[in-house]
């Protein structure tokens, strides 16, 4: 178990160095001309293979057998689409006074966003959760944003997003579709995908690192960085660690509440509490202005980084207490 769980950690370090990167290129060298609109197609391409492989790769079975688990499933969406909302609401009096407003729209946008698909199920699995609830919780919980995101987007951000048609068939073309035509290909290629899985991750953080570049590119090149300081990072590190803070602990109150068991309650907190880059990214670019959609982007990218590291330590904390556990349950 150690080996594989140093092997991890090396997995998520090299991805946030990665991001790092990708932030500190799109800053120094952005995109400029002719380039932009390559940068653009490029991550287009890649966001829509990253939702094809995402639905072939899904066990159907797994999806069907898990959603009678509807009280836990209802609470991970309730978390993801109402109680990150709220909290966002709550603090939206700090916009101005304490954090920089740019930076709270991305809060707010995060708030918004489905649940990741391999963080949650991966730190499910690690917790010793239920992982087939893991596996229906984040497939719910994407097709529920395609949805949802925009429109709570529309309702907490109206003045910033521009929720029209054109948008909604966007995120429609680049999401929903692709997954959709993943899913009904499963049969043919989901075991061949699963016996790749270099290739999904290549695909998967490619797309991301692609949309990021050229979403921080054009908000570097509107003046992001003389908008943004130092300290206006810390701020935002500090809000991002606090609404996740407040999700987990009021994620394993409703499981106490609930009397979910430890397995169940394990993928209720890492399905509820995380939100998807992958999704994020793109939806961004799609629903906010190109100069704006790099500083909404930031807390996603900032949040996506704490949810792994804090999430690392709590899935290893619910592993030992299962493990402390088994002998009693034999």
């Not at 880059?277 to 799609?286: I, K, R, S, Y």
């Amino acid at each position: 178990m150690k080996k594989t769980g140093r092997l991890a950690w090396l997995k998520v370090d090299r991805f946030t160095l990665m991001l790092l990167g990708t932030l500190l290129l799109a800053s120094f060298l952005p995109a400029r001309g002719s380039l932009v609109a390559a940068v653009d197609l490029l991550g287009k391409v890649l966001v829509i293979a990253l939702f094809f492989i995402h639905g072939a790769r899904l066990p159907r079975e797994a999806v069907v057998g898990a959603i009678g688990q509807w009280k836990l499933q209802l609470l991970i969406l309730a978390a993801t689409f109402a109680l990150f909302p709220l909290i966002g609401i709550a603090l939206k009096p700090l916009s101005g006074p304490v954090i920089e407003p740019m930076l709270f729209t991305g809060i707010l946008f995060l708030c918004c966003l489905p649940s990741t698909v391999q963080s949650s199920i991966a730190l499910t699995s690690i917790a010793r959760g239920n992982v087939p609830a893991a596996v229906c919780a984040a497939a719910a919980s994407n097709l529920a944003g395609v949805v949802f995101t925009p429109l709570l987007t529309g309702l907490l951000l109206a003045s910033s997003a521009a929720i029209n048609m054109d948008a909604v068939w966007a995120i429609v073309g680049l999401i929903l579709i692709p997954f959709a035509i993943g899913q009904a290909l499963h049969g043919w290629i989901g075991a061949w995908l699963l016996r790749h899985k270099m290739l999904t991750s290549f695909v998967d953080r490619g797309a991301i690192l692609v949309m990021v570049y050229g979403a921080f590119g054009k908000a570097v090149t509107g003046g992001l960085w003389q908008a943004i300081s130092g300290i206006d990072i810390a701020i935002l590190l500090g809000f991002c660690l606090l609404i996740l803070a407040v999700v987990v602990i009021v994620l394993r109150l409703a499981a106490r509440l609930t009397g979910l068991a430890r397995p169940d309650e394990a993928s209720l907190v890492f399905c509820g509490s995380v939100k998807s880059l992958a999704t994020g990214v793109p939806m961004a670019n799609v629903l906010f202005p190109a100069a704006m959609a790099g500083a909404v982007v930031l807390p996603v990218m900032m949040f996506h980084i704490v949810q792994l590291v804090t999430g690392a330590f709590l899935a290893r904390a619910y592993e030992r207490r299962a493990i402390a556990a088994a002998p009693d349950e034999s």
